[in-house]
């Protein structure tokens, strides 16, 4: 199981005087199947730790929804974008189920460096791990296959396959839920 603790400890290698202030900051908040943790457009957005359930983010283009990603326990998510430069949120982040999410605020992120010296050195730490994650995602989807994306994604995140309809997870991947029918069917 994961905890928001533990999370902390394993991205930021922080001591646990410094868990301890960092986890006062974030508050809890419980999402049924289908509340917003975050709208496309809103100016106020927080990042969330995932300690039960499932959030998606996405948007609608041309009427059709697309899967940016959806995240399960010990992941974090936000629309970074709006959480680093203040701009209007480009994503939705709903819950997929009932879902309790711990967040922090811009501004209590913002002052983190005045409880935690290191802080800037930590954050940069972390934005750089999320920036791996997303080059790791964008080469998967240049270099791999359609098949092999989906093996991808049942050796790495096994249970969004039991959790998650098909159509977000064909979006995520980058197919249609027919070539992503097609592709379970053969495997």
């Not at 928001?4 to 394993?10: H, K, V």
């Not at 927080?46 to 697309?66: C, P, Q, W």
Request: net charge neutral; hydrophobic share 40%.
């Amino acid at each position: 199981m994961y905890t928001i603790e533990s999370s902390l400890q394993n991205l930021f290698a922080l001591n646990e005087k410094e868990i301890i202030q960092l986890r006062s900051l974030f508050k809890h908040k419980q999402l049924k199947k289908g509340d917003f943790f975050i709208r496309k457009g809103q100016t106020e957005v927080a990042m969330s730790f995932v300690n039960t359930g499932l959030l998606r983010i996405y948007d609608t283009v041309h009427e059709k929804e697309i899967t940016q990603w959806i995240s399960g326990p010990g992941y974090f998510m936000t629309d970074i974008a709006a959480f680093s430069f203040g701009v209007p949120a480009r994503w939705n982040i709903q819950a997929l189920s009932e879902t309790e999410i711990h967040y922090i605020s811009k501004t209590d992120y913002e002052n983190l460096n005045k409880l935690i010296p290191d802080w800037p050195s930590i954050d940069r730490r972390f934005l750089s791990k999320c920036f791996a994650m997303m080059e790791d995602r964008i080469f998967s989807f240049l270099s791999l296959s359609a098949e092999e994306r989906y093996q991808k994604l049942l050796d790495e995140q096994p249970e969004l396959l039991r959790e998650v309809p098909l159509q977000y997870l064909a979006s995520m991947l980058g197919m249609s839920p027919e070539t992503l029918s097609r592709i379970r069917k053969k495997i």
